[in-house]
């Protein structure tokens, strides 16, 4: 199955889309290629911080003139479309960036005083991105979003992923697609947060982190809360703080991005 995203327009959540879907099918145990056809531009790399296997050089050719042969006589720059290759007197100047590769100048060249070089114009790196089940895919996700500054939305059981997803990107936001992971365990909270196991029980105590049943021998978690464990663990280093200090910061975001929220869902019924 080939899946396309596509727009005429910059800023569409392309790249956004694309690599969540990636790496959601890689989760559930699919082998994915992921294409990123922006000749200018790639940028998925930067997304799935991929492990570079090899790398190869590319070429174009690009005219190399044969000073003893050429006779100066003009017929190369006169063929050329694109001004890559122009003559003053004897001397031939050639502009490898105007260049086209198109061969003309080397095939009509009287004296056969032109041949064609390889020119390196880049590199492509052949790259993997290793994904061990849902773990990796969770912590893949929350790294993402927490990395943009924003938080991934927890869909509703059934909900449609992609419609859902179009809504909120429409309206600015981000969609981490957490939907397709039911749950994260204690242990798996603990190893993507890298905090100490007794500061995270802190925060469960102090109502920053939920777990499904507190009561339960052995936690669970929803998905959206591995996103502020990682926040939380960002907190604690950047500002130093206790864990009630973090728990106070986090209930703060909280509010910061309902009201956010809300505001985007105003502007987007608004037009």
């Known amino acids: ?3 396309a995203f596509a727009s005429g327009k910059g800023g ?3 790249t956004t889309m694309a690599t969540n879907f990636a790496a959601l099918l890689a989760g559930r145990g ?10 200018e531009e790639p940028d998925c790399h930067l997304f799935l911080h991929p492990r570079v296997e090899r790398t190869e050089p590319v070429h174009v050719l690009i005219p190399e003139v044969d000073e003893a042969a050429c006779t100066g006589c003009g017929v190369c720059s006169e063929v050329c479309a694109f001004k890559a290759i122009t003559v003053i007197g004897t001397t031939v100047l050639i502009f490898p960036e105007l260049c086209h590769s198109c061969g003309a100048c080397a095939l009509l060249c009287p004296e056969k005083a032109i041949r064609e070089v390889g020119r390196e114009t880049g590199r492509v790196e052949h790259a993997t991105v290793a994904l ?3 773990a990796g895919l969770l912590t893949l996700l929350a790294e993402l979003a927490t990395d943009l500054g924003a938080q991934p939305v927890q869909l509703p059981p059934g909900g449609k992923a992609a419609y859902h997803a179009a809504a909120v990107l429409s309206a600015g936001g981000f969609v981490g697609l957490l939907d397709a992971i039911a749950e994260v365990s204690w242990t798996e909270l603990v ?9 995270l029980r802190e925060l469960v105590r102090y109502g920053a982190l939920v777990p499904r049943d507190p009561e339960a021998p052995t936690w669970t978690f929803e998905a959206r809360w591995l996103v502020v464990a990682k926040a939380a663990s ?12 973090v ?3 986090l209930s703060y975001l909280e509010r ?5 929220t809300e505001i985007r869902a105003l502007h987007a019924r608004l037009g």
Do not use: C, N, Q, W
């Open 1 to 3: 199955m080939r899946i």
């Open 12 to 14: 569409t959540g392309k």
């Open 30 to 39: 699919v082998a994915v290629r992921l294409l990123d056809a922006d000749v």
């Open 132 to 134: 061990e089940g849902d």
């Open 191 to 199: 190893a993507a947060a890298g905090l100490p196991e007794d500061e």
């Open 234 to 245: 960002r907190i604690r280093r950047d500002f130093e703080l206790d864990p009630y200090g």
């Open 247 to 249: 728990s106070v910061v």
């Open 256 to 260: 910061i991005e309902r009201l956010e």
